[in-house]
């Protein structure tokens, strides 16, 4: 915030503590979650993603699993 183009100091002032709030939120919210800026937001979602499609693959491959091991054991 080393230049301002807003004219009077009160529109100075309402600048200023809107750039601090976001500063501080940034703050709160990596010290809570982990990320702060919108590119650490950005990474968590694809990472959200990513972990979803795994756990569905996964899940895939166990119900492959059993039905396999079903089949084989069979009626006797």
């Known amino acids: ?3 301002t183009h807003l004219k009077t100091h009160a529109k100075i002032l309402k600048r200023l503590l809107i750039h601090v709030a976001g ?5 709160v919210m990596r010290t809570l ?9 950005q990474d968590l979602v694809s990472k959200m993603i990513f972990t979803i499609l ?3 693959h996964v899940a895939e491959q166990l119900n492959r699993s059993i039905r ?5 054991i069979g009626p006797q």
């Open 1 to 3: 915030m080393r230049r």
């Open 54 to 56: 795994r756990l569905i």
């Open 33 to 41: 979650f982990g990320f702060g800026t919108p590119r650490g937001l």
């Open 68 to 72: 396999s091991r079903l089949a084989n």
């Open 23 to 27: 500063f501080n939120l940034a703050l």
